[in-house]
């Protein structure tokens, strides 16, 4: 368990892509995180995108970037959500700028762009998102399945899941 003691917050909201927050949550797990499941509030349930239950055990208003190793930001619909509240956004500021490892899968760089810590990175996203993560200041790669540029690490779609994993880990690692 070579992260044993580090804390991994995955944003949970309604319509996420059910694997991109259930697979890191599992996955972070095993490598013996503690795992914060950040909604709305701490009793938020929901459904994810394909039905799968999404339940947080942390409030937005009950953390902050200093009570985290790691932030992930799942895709689906959810990011929509999220960039529409000052304080998901200020989380995700918050937590790129102390220098800790941010993940965004599919949709997730939408928060990125709202948060306003796209500038001068380079990302990937789900295609339909390209334009919002270049007219941010970022340089879209195409055709990576795991992006990693200082902190931030982007991946495309769902199938980019194990990719995206072993680079946020990796990073915590160091």
Partial sequence: MALSGKVVG??????????????PA????????EVKLIGPSKDFKAKGK???????????????AKDLDCLIIPGGFAPDYWRRHDSFKTLVREVCEQGKPVGAICHGPWLLVSAN??????????????????NAGAEYVEGQEAVVDGNIVTSRTPDDLPAFCIALISLMSK
């Fill in 10 to 23: 995955i944003l949970a909201e309604y319509n996420v892509e059910d694997l991109e927050f259930h697979y």
């Fill in 117 to 134: 810590v796209c500038a001068g990175k380079r990302m990937t996203c789900f295609h339909s998102i390209k334009d919002d993560i270049q």
């Fill in 26 to 33: 599992l996955r972070f797990k095993e490598e013996g995180c």
């Fill in 50 to 64: 394909h039905g799968l239950p999404v339940k947080a055990n942390t409030g937005i208003g009950e953390i902050e």
